[in-house]
């Protein structure tokens, strides 16, 4: 039985709009009444003039009206709900004579359900979608919904992890047969897909379904393996502790409550860093789970790991890069008996910059399978003081370990010291900025003498 989740606030208004229409709200928004979540946005369908339909709203509510597709008449509004957040209501034609050969086009039974608009309105639910939501079940509407998208084969994935629903024998068959069919799709819409499942839930077990499933090379990824999922697995996990307010009493295991009790000053650092998005709507958090994927790029550039190239921004590569070569510098720390020292967190973050933060939880991750049971306790303590003392430079000491203040500049060095402009200045700059961090170099008079004993050979830098 549906719950009696309000709809949001809007929704009656659209609804005294709209009724002159013969319409009716379908796809995601019927299912998430039934399963008694919140309604966020709302796909509704009319026989006839949804471009009309959806003008009209956009004009009477002071929204944004565009026409998605001219040809199959879908029109979008964008709208402000009353917490000011976005709210997106989309209108379409039917595909069929009515609404219910709409529904038997559409890609799974839990989304081929539709609830008239009237007082008395009731749900039409075709093809047991009800039913399959009660039971846990995904399965595909019909065969051809898959063979003409094979991209919903990918979003079977995501709705089994996010749902916590079981794909059908009979769906999953289904699935291989046409899934290599996504190979024909846009990258950017194969991109689009994954990002939805890189955000979550369950990211570790939609990646193993999507190897089992012949779907991984499809993606981007010639294959994803145990390795693979216990990273993606453990990062899950972590950014769940960090970004719901958790302790570390509420770790699965004592290796993550520790790394709370170590790490969890930066909570708050770390839910701002990783709410990042190098390209709007992508996040920093979703770039974390691609990283584990891919191989290091010592000797090659990490994009040819992949089939085809995954369509992300430079910006999002250079992250991914370095973030995975930032985690090999912090495990050979981790594999050392030395402790960084201010002078090479100051270097490490001069080369990866910000991507460091996610080299030092990839280094974890990597390595979290090896220190499993209680005997393994004092190492991993090691390592985490280790990472620990990386994000301390970064989000406590950035003013002395990484950003020291600039004492002497280009200029200053040409008239101080009668050196010609060139890379020999930069050299000494850099070589001042070392030695603020490493000698505490604090005043413009301890920089020049400094840089005096340096040019006359009188000190030697540290390697």
């Known amino acids: 039985m549906m719950n009696n989740k309000p709809f949001p606030a809007l929704y009656e208004q659209i609804i005294d709009l ?58 979008r509004v964008i709208l402000k709900d009353e917490n000011d957040q976005r709210m997106m209501v989309d209108f379409t034609l039917f595909q069929g004579k ?70 059908l024998p009979e769906t999953k068959d289904q699935i291989r047969k046409y899934g290599s069919g996504i190979t024909g799709i846009s990258p950017e819409r194969i991109r689009d897909e994954l990002f939805r499942i890189l955000d979550g839930p369950k ?10 499933l012949g779907l991984s090379p499809c993606v981007f990824f ?30 699965a295991n004592w290796s993550l409550g520790l790394l709370i009790h170590r790490l969890g000053r930066y909570r708050g650092d770390l839910q701002t860093y990783l709410k990042g998005e190098p390209v709007p709507g992508r996040t920093i958090y979703q770039l974390s789970f691609i990283a584990p994927l891919l191989e290091n790029g010592k000797d090659k550039d990490i994009k040819s790991d992949t089939p085809s190239i995954l369509p992300l921004s430079n ?43 996610m080299g030092v939880f990839l280094a974890l991750a990597s390595v979290s399978s090896e220190y499993k049971g209680s005997s393994h306790q004092d190492g991993w303590i090691t390592i985490l003081d280790k990472c620990r003392s990386f994000l301390e430079g970064w989000w406590e000491k950035k003013d002395q370990w990484i950003s020291p203040p600039i004492l002497l500049n280009g200029d200053d060095l040409q008239s101080e010291f009668s050196i010609s402009p060139g890379p020999r200045i930069g050299s000494l700059l850099e070589s001042l900025r070392e030695a603020q961090v490493e000698r505490g170099i604090s005043s413009r008079g301890e920089a020049v003498q400094f840089l005096t004993d340096l040019v006359e050979g009188s000190i030697e830098i540290s390697e």
């Open 98 to 167: 009515d609404i219910k050969a709409d529904l038997g086009t559409r890609d799974f039974t839990i989304t081929s359900m539709a609830l008239g608009t009237g007082p008395d309105a009731k749900v039409i639910d075709p093809y047991g979608g009800v039913q399959d939501l009660k039971d846990g079940l995904l399965r595909a509407t019909t065969e051809q919904s898959l063979a003409d998208d094979p991209l919903r084969c990918l979003r079977a994935v995501r709705l089994a992890a996010q749902f916590g629903l079981r794909i």
């Open 315 to 357: 910006q999002e590569w250079e992250i991914l890069i370095q973030s995975k070569q930032a985690a090999e510098v912090v495990l050979q720390y981790s594999k050392s008996e030395d402790n960084p020292r201010p002078l090479d967190i100051y270097r490490y973050y001069r080369q990866y910059k910000s991507a460091g933060i």
């Open 18 to 75: 709209i009724e002159p229409y013969q319409v009716y709200l379908v796809g995601g928004a019927v299912r998430d009444l039934h399963l008694g979540k919140p309604i966020h946005d709302l796909d509704f369908a009319l026989p006839v003039d949804t471009i009309p339909a959806a003008k009209l709203v956009a004009d009477r509510l002071g929204g944004a009206f565009f026409v998605l597709d001219p040809e199959r008449e879908t029109a």
């Open 203 to 212: 990211q570790a077990a939609a990646f193993q379904a999507l190897e089992i």
């Open 222 to 251: 010639e294959e994803v393996t145990d390795q693979h999922i216990k990273e993606l697995a453990f990062l899950e996990e972590l950014w769940a502790l960090f970004l719901k307010e958790h302790d570390q009493d509420s770790a």
